[in-house]
């Protein structure tokens, strides 16, 4: 079992549950890295901790979460669950104080029935069809188990620091609403981003695994990770991150670390 470093130059909090994961195999990612310490804390009781006063103690927030969908729901799950006023005010005030964020792969379907949440991670992922931004848009796609290459289009950003142009994936994918207006691009990925290279999300809800029988989608954006600023607040998110295999890839952990390091740094706010 981990210890507790209380010493280590780097806190920051992670939040998760909400999706299915190996917690010990994610939670290696972070044990290796070299003066940072992750105190993992789950959904819904992490929520109560993002604003201002509960993240005090830490230097960045780490999204590996999927929270404000109830899958449990009788009818055409997953429900969308209200944050509440508490949780929005405290979300808006962390940006607003500057906190850093690193958000990565199922985290950008959190909190759907809260936009400023998608706005502020620059993207959402759709369960069920909804308005998003004024436009109703059709539900989003995802593909398991992608082989890809993924490819650096923002080379001299820190993030990107000693990480290859182009590099070797195998990991889930998404079709969903990324707002390329409002984020600066990272990493793409060389797959076709069409209705034919993906599965229908509410499909999967109503039981039809791996099917885009009958669904409907434009071809969307073929980015995987950008930056952006939500109020002053640095944010980075990483589209991969499905399972152990992009866990243990010595890449995608140093993406990860260098979000961290980044987004914590006093150069990210500038």
């Known amino acids: 079992m981990p210890t507790i470093r209380y010493s280590a130059p780097l806190q920051v909090l992670v939040a998760v549950r909400g ?18 310490a992750a105190t993992m804390v789950d959904q ?12 005090a103690p830490y230097d960045a927030l780490v999204l590996y979460d999927m929270p404000g969908l109830d899958f449990d729901a009788p009818h055409e799950p997953p429900a ?7 949780f929005r005010e405290g979300f808006r005030a962390l940006l607003e104080e500057g906190k850093g964020i690193v958000a990565l792969h ?27 931004r004024g436009q109703l848009r059709p539900d989003s796609g ?14 001299a950003h820190p993030v990107m620091a000693g990480i290859p142009a182009s590099f070797a994936m195998k990991d889930e994918l998404y079709l969903a609403e ?31 695994m791996f099917d885009n029988q009958g669904w ?22 990483l589209q991969p991150g499905d399972d152990r295999t992009t866990y243990d890839n010595p890449v995608y952990r140093r993406l990860v670390e260098n979000a961290i390091r980044w987004v914590a740094s006093p150069e990210a706010r500038d």
């Open 106 to 132: 199922h985290a950008l379907a959190g909190w759907p029935a809260f936009p400023d949440y998608a706005e502020a991670l620059g993207g959402t992922f759709l369960y069920r069809s909804r308005e998003v």
């Open 44 to 55: 819904p009781a992490a929520s109560q901790l993002m604003n201002p006063q509960g993240l």
């Open 142 to 155: 995802y593909r398991h188990g992608v082989e890809y290459t993924a490819q650096v289009t923002a080379t």
């Open 178 to 208: 990324i707002f390329t207006d409002s984020v600066t691009p990272l990493l793409r990925a060389d797959h076709r981003f069409d209705r034919d290279g993906f599965h229908s999300a509410t499909a999967a809800m109503e039981g039809r």
């Open 80 to 86: 969308l669950i209200d944050p509440g006023h508490a």
């Open 19 to 36: 999706h299915p994961f190996d917690r010990t195999a994610f939670d290696a990612i972070f044990q290796d890295m070299e003066g940072i």
């Open 216 to 237: 409907e989608h434009e071809p969307g954006s073929d980015l995987i990770g950008w930056t952006l600023k939500s109020g002053n607040s640095p944010v980075v998110y």
